[in-house]
């Protein structure tokens, strides 16, 4: 009994945030969290749009970002801005900044009021050092949902965080 129990923690371990809204279990050894199961299952099991998707965004969110990539790369809707988001997201994050914006760019035509695609789209463009073009995707963000919501406000911050001269990283939000 307390062997298994053992076998348990290794392959999940519970962490909060990273991006997701909330506690869910992180899985190791090469598996995701499958919401529909709740349970770690291996990736290669996802074969549905939206568990491929909820768990590619976990897997980039908790750092995983090479096997985000391979996982949302097997998507049947490669198409779905979603997808197309979090493969930028994860290759931005990757250092592959150019490939990230071609993502980004790729969802934003599938989906114009995507607003968290145009906020990582603006965290991208102030990696790059295009403060105004960061600020045109604000604007659009503030079009789509208003200056409340949170992709609107967490380009501002990082905006805000640019300009005063706060390394990428360094402050609270450090997403970008």
């Known amino acids: 009994m307390a062997a298994a129990g053992l076998v348990a923690l290794s392959s999940v371990a519970f962490a909060a945030g990273g991006g997701s809204g909330g506690e869910e279990p992180t899985c190791t050894n090469g598996k995701v969290y499958d919401k529909k199961t709740k349970k770690c299952v291996d990736q290669q099991s996802l074969n549905d749009q939206e568990s491929i998707f909820e768990a590619g965004r976990q897997l980039a969110y908790n750092g995983r970002y090479d096997e985000a990539i391979t996982l949302l790369s097997r998507a049947p809707d490669q198409g779905d801005a979603r997808i197309l988001n979090m493969l930028g997201y994860s290759h931005r994050k990757l250092g592959m ?80």
Request: glycine share 12%; charged share 20%.
């Open 97 to 176: 900044l150019d490939t990230g914006i071609a993502y980004y760019k790729h969802s934003i035509a599938v989906d114009p009021r995507y607003a968290l695609v145009r906020e990582y789209y603006g965290e991208a463009l102030l990696q790059k050092g295009d403060v105004t073009a960061a600020r045109g995707q604000l604007a659009s963000i503030g079009g789509i949902c208003g200056t409340e919501c949170e992709p609107y406000t967490l380009l501002m911050a990082a905006i805000t965080d640019y300009e005063a001269g706060v390394p990428a990283g360094s402050s609270q939000r450090a997403t970008w």
